[in-house]
Every structure is written in C-alpha cells, then in structure tokens.
C-alpha cells in the first residue's frame, strides 16, 4: 500500500491525484483532517506522533510531503517523529519531498538536511526528492505586483539582478508518483527499489528574474513594465509589518537574499528532473502569465463591485 500524506496540500493532492488515475496500486491519502465521509483517507498529523502507528499500519510505501510551516524546532520534531514511526510501522521505503541543492544557502534548508539524514540512518529504504522552489514563487511576487504595475509601469522586488529556477508543482507530482509507483512495484516483485538509496535534484530547468516578471506583467497588462530592484531593508520593514508570523518573515528575507546572491540559479543541465519526467518541463513563464491574468481580474471584479 501507498500512503501519501498532506493530501488537502497543493503537492500531495496532485501526487495523490496522479497515483489514483494511474491505477494498478492500493493507494490511501493522509491528511490532518479527514472529510466527514471521505472514504479511505487516513488521519496523519505529524505533531501527534502517538496517532503515527495507526496512521501507517500496513504501508509499504511512505509519500512523506514535508510539512514545513513552522519554526525549524517544531519541524523538526514533526519530521523526526513521522521517521521513528515509519521504522516502528515496518514502512518499507520512504519518499521525502526535500529542497534542491540550489536552496542549500536558505533558511528552509536546515529542516530538509536535517530530515534526509535522519532518513538516511532509518531501517528502511529511501529516496529523497529534492524539489526546486515552486513556480508559485515569482508568480506569487508578480500576482503581488499587478495592481501597481498597472498604475505607475514599474514592477519592484528586492531580487536585484539574481534568477530563480523554478519549476512547475505539476512537474514534482508526476516524479513522485512514478516514483513510488515504481517502488511500490519492485517491492511487490521482490526487487531491490530502482529509487532505493537515490536522491535526486529537481531543479527548475527556467530561471525568472525580475526582469523576467516585468516582461510577463508587460505582456499581460498590455503596457510597458520596468523592474526596479528594492532594498532588503525596507523589504524586511514591510513584511516585518505585513502580518506574517516571524518565521515566514525569515524565510521569506533568506530567499529574496539567495536570489540576489545568485544562489538560487540551478545549473539546468545537472539536475534529475527531466530525467525522470516522460514529458517535457512544464513551461513556469505561462504559470506566471496566468497569475497575473487571474489578479488583474480578481481586482478588475473587485473595483466594479465597488462602483456599484
Ligand atoms: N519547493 C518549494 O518552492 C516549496 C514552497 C513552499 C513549501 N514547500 C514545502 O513543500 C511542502 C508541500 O508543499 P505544498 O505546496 O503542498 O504546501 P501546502 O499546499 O501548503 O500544503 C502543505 C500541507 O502540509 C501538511 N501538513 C502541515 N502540517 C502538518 C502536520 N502537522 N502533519 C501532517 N501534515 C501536515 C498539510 O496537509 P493536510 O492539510 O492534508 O494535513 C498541508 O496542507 C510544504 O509543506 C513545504 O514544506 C516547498
């Protein structure tokens, strides 16, 4: 059997999605909390180590979706705690979603290290899934910056001249079912796991810059767009007064650092991703044109209602 956990989460219901439509696997979800009714669907809290045991009863294979939003501590006494319970269950191998070695420098990194080498010391087999950053990163900062865009023509973000490789969510979930598909597969067969032992690195193969989100927010707004890179500081002031909890503030400052450092720029042809992938990359740039057409009509809706 394969269980996937954070099924309610964007990557683990598309992993989850994928390993239902292909067929062929006894395949449950894991999530915190279960719809009322939902047949098949495990509870899997990872801050309740004492409910794991039942969580994993029977598992073969482990989609471990790491659970990082929190502070590190809390993280990692999740993540340590899903590994103690997957060893004491008899999971048999384990896939972890963990970070792609261009994120080696941020702040989220320490949790994903952490967790793979406690994975790696565990009496079961293991792959880890080196995920690059999210395509929702830039589309996230160019959705954020359509409205004034719009209005004034310039596009800000404190990433200077520095590129992020990114890549599309969709992409990670087709390799971490195959994979585990796979693995489930050479475990029924009595094989040594294809995936046993591997860590792969998905990085993004399209690095976005500033200028990059200005071309698209251009493009979809149907005016000039100029990217002007802001100072960290006053990035740290505003998210300082945005609201957000202090460690989302970290994160989000050692990324926008990362990027300006160069850091988070993957050399395309090192990665596994298309490796592993029977489609071509999905392309992130249409990722990040459809953003900022839902913002622009998102706000567009809002400002008829209020002439209303
Ligand atoms: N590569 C990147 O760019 C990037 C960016 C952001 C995050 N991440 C990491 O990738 C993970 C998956 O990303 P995503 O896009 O699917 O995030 P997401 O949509 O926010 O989903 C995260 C899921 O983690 C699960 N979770 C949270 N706390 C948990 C706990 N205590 N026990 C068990 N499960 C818990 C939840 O699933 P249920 O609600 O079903 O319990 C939650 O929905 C994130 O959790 C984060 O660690 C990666």
Redesign the pocket.
């Known amino acids: 059997m394969i269980l996937v ?9 598309l992993v989850l999605e994928r390993l239902v439509e292909a067929g062929g696997a006894e395949v449950v979800g ?4 279960p719809a009322p009714g939902s047949r098949g669907a495990r509870r ?4 309740e180590p004492g409910s794991l045991a039942e969580a994993l009863a029977g598992v073969d294979v482990l989609v471990f ?6 502070e590190d501590d809390v993280v990692l006494a ?1 993540h340590g705690a899903v590994v103690d319970a997957a060893a004491a269950a008899g999971v048999r191998h384990a896939i972890y ?1 963990s ?2 070695g261009s ?1 080696e420098h941020l702040t ?1 990194a320490l949790a994903h290290r952490w967790t793979e080498a406690r994975l790696a010391a565990a009496p079961f087999a293991t792959t880890v899934l080196r ?4 395509a ?2 830039p589309a996230g900062l160019a959705a954020g910056g359509t409205d004034v865009a719009a209005r004034t023509g310039v596009f800000g973000a404190p990433l200077g001249a520095g590129g992020i490789s ?1 890549v599309a ?1 969709e992409d ?1 979930a087709d390799v971490a079912a195959r994979v585990a598909l796979q693995a489930d597969a050479d475990l029924a067969a009595g094989r040594r796991g294809r995936h046993a032992g591997r860590v792969y690195e998905l990085e993004g193969v399209e690095k976005v810059g500033g200028e990059d989100i200005a071309g698209v927010l251009a493009e979809e707004l149907g005016r000039p767009v100029r990217y002007e890179s802001t100072s960290p500081g006053a990035t740290r002031e505003a998210l300082d007064a945005s609201g957000l909890l202090p460690y989302q503030v970290g994160h989000t400052l050692s990324l926008f650092s990362n990027a300006r450092a160069g850091l988070l720029a993957a050399d395309r042809d090192r990665g596994d991703l298309q490796d592993l992938l029977t489609a071509p990359p999905r392309p992130v740039r249409r990722l990040i044109a459809d953003a900022v057409r839902a913002e622009a009509a998102r706000s567009a809706a809002e400002s008829a209602a209020a002439a209303v």
Do not use: K, M, P
Not at 30 to 33: F, H, L, Y
Not at 131 to 134: D, E, F, V
């Open positions: 956990t954070g099924v309610s989460g964007a990557l683990g219901g894991g999530t915190r909390v899997v809290d990872f801050d979706v790491s659970a990082g939003y929190a999740r979603t970070l792609a994120g989220i995920n690059g950053l999210y929702e990163v990114v969510r990670l």
